[in-house]
């Protein structure tokens, strides 16, 4: 977690007028603003480490939201995207939901719907970042084991007990024992279930979010 | 434009074309069996003629044979010979030039003027009479004019000589004046040798300017003694053509095709009018709808931020303590842009003002213009079963303004049609409708009124805006964009109040156009 603490909400739409009383309206609930008048200007220069939620224009002169919307999801960002349009259709809607955006509304917008939305947005964001960073830290960890640790941490999420552990591996069970304490220690995780679910993904390279070797 | 009216009148020849095509085969197929009628009539005629002369001959003849009988008969009573009796045959059968009698005792005796020929006084020709028992012919070279023919009975024979020409009974003879004059041909014929009776076509001065078809009849004369073959020829008459049938069925097919064209010419009038009209009106259905696409964009920024701005100043106020001074800026802000707001739709109403190409700016005269539209919807007319009429007050008023032809007559075409709906939708039988055209502090007036339902009070003032209908069918588009073309054009179009048509038992719906005269310079 880097940069502010408070979370901020980046609003690109061409219309001043428009920016202005929106980024009004939802600094009455405590949120910062960050207006942007040019799409180009803001994928150049917004702050991808924050926490907070995007509220893009659909028709702007020049670049469409849609293509703003598919190269944010290219980059990787992580932040999620509202669509404001003020002609809804709904292939307009399908196209956005199918590129990724997390909301789509109509101008004018009521302000409860956007302030709700907003608010729902920035909490679905820290929550995605936390379980981000939690499986980051996992891999981390899982990484410093030594092969014969991964070959126990292996069986072990697969439920065999010490003796059937150490008959596999032609080890007395004591040293599966020793092993397992250590496995716990190494990857502080308190209990059998903990272990599971966090390190079951990354057991035989099943892990989804390793890059390929 | 002048492009396409010089492609239009290509079309327009190649079509004349192949209407005077149409009636050029029409024409000739007419003449071609009028003449072929013509030509068996006379074909029938000379063929009816020829047989009468035939008849007529044969008949002479046969008189000869009965002459001859006769003669033979009273011969076997030699005693009662009475010399004189065949000696008067001449005055009787004037064709009878000679008669000659032959016993075997004197041989053959005739006139001094007349002896026999000495072929026919041969005994084998007596013999052969005998044998046949009947009269036989005696030296017959037909060129010469005359012929003998002769009976004999044991001991006794008879001769006449036959003068053909004068056999011949002109008094019933199909043709007038012995045949002087007669196209026809009539010879008898007999073993190679040939004698004319009448002339016909080889006689001068009537010779034929062009081969014509020629008619033949040959029969032998019916009476065996005398077996010459008649022969009658002649030849079909090309001056008796029937012109006068000919020229009647030439004019009568051309009124046809002529009334055929003009019923085509108007129903293709029709139609492209109303191609036009219709592709008008989705033109401006296009531009309406770009219209309400960027009008639907462009208002939907100052609403949202009235939108925002008002609510945010509502949210603001209810801060503790609140936020005044934010607030009363968002405010502020709200208002300019419901400001902004109005002055978009500002532009909007003077924009469709102006999309309207508008493109002929002239001189229009309301009865032409009214004229052609009720002759272009003639059929739809016909088919409610409305009779239209134009009027004008006072009777000589013909208004000219100034406006754009085609406006004008979309406007009426758009009356007229409603009109009809109306009529047609309520029932009403017989429908009518009447444009009555006049003038009125300077603008020239046209008003449709009708003998339908008429506006009903609620909604007559919702008549011209757009989108509304009484119909299933339809957008509802026509009296608002006939409303904004009459205005284009410096006019009014206007629904007359109830109760107030001057069209005295019409009390449907009344609209008035009305239009700037034109002034003279």
């Known amino acids: 977690m880097t940069a502010s603490l408070s979370p901020l909400i980046h609003l690109i739409d061409d219309d001043e007028a428009v920016r202005e009383a929106l980024a009004l309206l939802i600094g009455t609930v405590g949120l910062r603003v960050e207006t942007w008048s040019q799409p180009e200007a803001f994928l150049r220069g917004f702050d991808r480490s924050a926490i907070g939620a995007i509220v893009l224009d659909v028709r702007m002169p020049g670049i469409s939201g849609i293509s703003v919307l598919e190269t944010l999801m290219a980059q990787g960002v992580d932040q999620p995207v509202v669509m404001l349009t003020g002609h809804g259709t709904v292939e307009l809607c399908r196209r956005a939901f199918k590129s990724g955006a997390a909301e789509f509304l109509e101008k004018p917008v009521d302000d409860e719907l956007l302030l709700d939305t907003l608010q729902q947005m920035v909490r679905r964001h820290v929550k995605s970042r936390q379980r981000n960073q939690a499986s980051r830290d996992a891999r981390e960890r899982h990484a410093q084991l030594s092969p014969r640790e991964r070959e126990v941490l292996g069986l072990i999420t697969e439920g065999l007990t010490n003796k059937e552990i150490g008959k596999a591996l032609g080890l007395s069970p004591r040293t599966v024992e020793t092993h397992r304490a250590n496995l716990f220690a190494k990857l502080q995780v308190a209990s059998l279930a903990q272990l599971i679910r966090q390190y079951a993904d990354l057991v035989d390279g099943h892990d989804p979010a390793a890059p390929a070797a | ?521």
């Open chain 2, 1 to 521: 434009m002048d492009h396409h009216n010089r492609r239009m009148s290509a079309r327009l020849g190649n079509r004349l074309v192949w209407w005077m095509l149409a009636w050029a085969a029409g024409v000739a197929l007419g003449a071609t069996w009028l003449g072929m009628q013509e030509l068996r009539r006379q074909k029938d005629a000379f063929e009816t003629d020829a047989r009468i002369i035939h008849r007529l001959l044969s008949q002479r003849a046969v008189q000869h044979d009965a002459v001859l009988a006769t003669l033979t008969l009273r011969a076997e009573d030699a005693a009662q010979a009475d010399d004189a009796a065949w000696r008067r045959l001449g005055s009787v059968y004037p064709q009878i030039t000679a008669v000659a009698r032959y016993t075997d005792a004197a041989g053959w005796v005739s006139e001094a003027t007349a002896a026999i020929s000495p072929l026919a006084a041969q005994a084998r020709l007596r013999d052969e009479s005998l044998r046949l028992r009947q009269a036989v012919l005696a030296d017959a070279a037909l060129e010469r004019g005359h012929y003998w023919v002769l009976q004999a009975v044991p001991g006794a024979a008879f001769a006449l000589r036959i003068d053909a020409r004068l056999m011949v009974p002109w008094a019933d003879w199909p043709m007038p004046d012995q045949g002087r004059g007669s196209d026809v041909r009539v010879a008898l014929r007999w073993q190679g040798s040939e004698l004319v009776l009448q002339p016909g076509l080889d006689a001068p001065p009537r010779r034929m300017p062009t081969p014509s078809v020629t008619f033949g009849f040959s029969k032998s004369l019916a009476a065996q003694s005398q077996p010459f073959d008649v022969v009658v020829s002649g030849a079909a008459n090309p001056w008796l053509f029937p012109w006068l049938k000919a020229l009647a069925v030439a004019a009568a097919w051309g009124a046809l095709l002529l009334g055929a064209r003009a019923w085509l010419a108007q129903r293709e009038a029709r139609e492209r009018a109303e191609a036009l009209l219709r592709m008008g009106q989705i033109a401006r259905l296009n531009t309406l709808g770009e219209l309400a696409a960027g009008l639907a964009h462009e208002l939907n920024q100052p609403l949202t931020a009235v939108l925002a701005s008002t609510q945010a100043a509502s949210r603001l106020l209810d801060d503790d303590p609140p936020d005044v001074q934010t607030a009363r800026g968002a405010m502020q802000q709200a208002a300019r842009q419901a400001q902004r707001a109005a002055e978009v739709l500002a532009r909007l109403r003077t924009s469709i003002g102006r999309a309207d190409p508008g493109a002929g700016e002239g001189v229009v005269d309301l009865a032409a213009a009214a004229g052609k539209v009720l002759y272009l919807l003639e059929p739809e007319l016909g088919a409610a079963g409305v009779k239209a009429e134009l009027v004008a007050t006072p009777p000589s008023v013909q208004p000219r303004v100034r406006g754009d032809a085609v406006a004008v007559e979309q406007i009426v075409h758009n009356l007229l049609t409603n009109a009809t709906q109306a009529i047609r939708a309520s029932g009403v039988s017989p429908g009518r409708i009447v444009i009555e055209l006049s003038t009125h502090a300077g603008q020239g007036v046209l008003r449709v009124t009708d003998n339908g339902p008429g506006i009903a009070p609620d909604l007559r003032e919702r008549i011209f805006q757009p989108f509304f209908t009484t119909r299933g069918d339809g957008l509802g588009l026509g009296l608002s964009l006939c409303e904004s073309l009459a205005a284009g054009m410096g006019g009014r179009l206007e629904l007359e109040p109830a109760g107030l048509t001057r069209q005295g038992d019409l009390n449907g719906a009344s609209f008035s156009l009305s239009l700037p005269l034109e002034t003279r310079a």
